[in-house]
């Protein structure tokens, strides 16, 4: 127990702890997306959208060795201790960061650092409100916005992204989640002891992909609702999900 306090108390024990959650959302971030595009695939024989299959897919993960649910409650409960933890050493350290910082710097590296870091607080804070703000949009359905069936992906995104003010919102904040994973990743190859001069090039050419692809794989959705460029949803029998 000492030693993960220790750790936990220490700079570059903080540090792991915001690479390795980070990763962890890096790799939620990854298949979001790659089941958001599949709104693009559209539907089964008897009308289903595939997007409503994999929303159920979702709920029954895991059986029969789990209930339904369980699955993903458990990913859901990662992933919201692994936000909480990120966001707390991050926030540590930007404010250990200010502290060490010396007087009477005009311009430096320490300066650009500083920057950053205060960038990334500020990236990282909106980011923080949107995953509540989604949440509450799509997964409770507590907002006041479109229609919100529970299970119904796809008439749930398109009643919300029909509307021009809600997608482009979306997409303004998939622009700032870009600048905040790629200094996230790259950085996260940094503490992990992942860089190296033989292989930075390729690393930062990885980040930037990876960081383009998922902007523009998450914008592309709220986009094409706008622009009627996706049908609109149909009814079916909810049977069909095995509801």
Excluded: C
């Excluded at 990854?30 to 559209?42: P, S």
């Excluded at 919201?80 to 350290?93: F, K, N, P, R, W």
């Excluded at 860089?195 to 090039?201: A, G, H, I, T, Y």
Aim: proline share 5%.
């Amino acid at each position: 127990m000492n030693r993960i306090t220790t750790l936990y108390s220490s700079t570059i024990g903080k540090k792991f702890i915001a690479a390795v959650t980070g990763l962890i959302l890096f790799g939620f971030l990854i298949g979001h997306v790659a089941g958001n595009l599949k709104v693009f695939t559209g539907t089964t024989d008897a009308g289903v959208p595939h997007v409503d299959e994999y929303g159920q897919f979702l709920k029954v993960a895991g059986e029969p060795f789990l209930p339904e649910m369980a699955g993903l409650w458990i990913a859901r409960l990662v992933l919201l201790g692994s936000v909480v933890l990120h966001i707390v050493v991050v926030v540590q350290l930007a404010f250990r960061n200010l502290e060490a910082r010396p007087v009477g710097y005009v311009r430096s590296k320490k300066a650009a650092s500083t920057l950053a870091a205060l960038w990334m607080m500020f990236s990282g804070t909106l980011i923080a409100v949107f995953i509540v703000f989604h949440l509450l949009h799509f997964t409770v359905g507590a907002l006041p916005i479109g229609e919100f069936q529970h299970g119904a992906v796809y008439k749930n995104l398109y009643s919300s992204f029909s509307n021009p003010l809600i997608a482009l919102g979306y997409v303004f904040v998939m622009g700032v989640l870009g600048f905040h994973l790629y200094h996230g990743v790259w950085s996260l190859f940094q503490t992990l002891g992942i860089d190296n001069p033989d292989r930075n090039k390729a690393l930062r050419i990885f980040a930037i992909v990876a960081t383009i692809g998922i902007v523009v794989g998450f914008s592309m959705v709220p986009l094409s609702f706008m622009a009627g460029a996706l049908p609109a949803p149909v009814d079916y029998d909810p049977a069909l999900l095995g509801h």
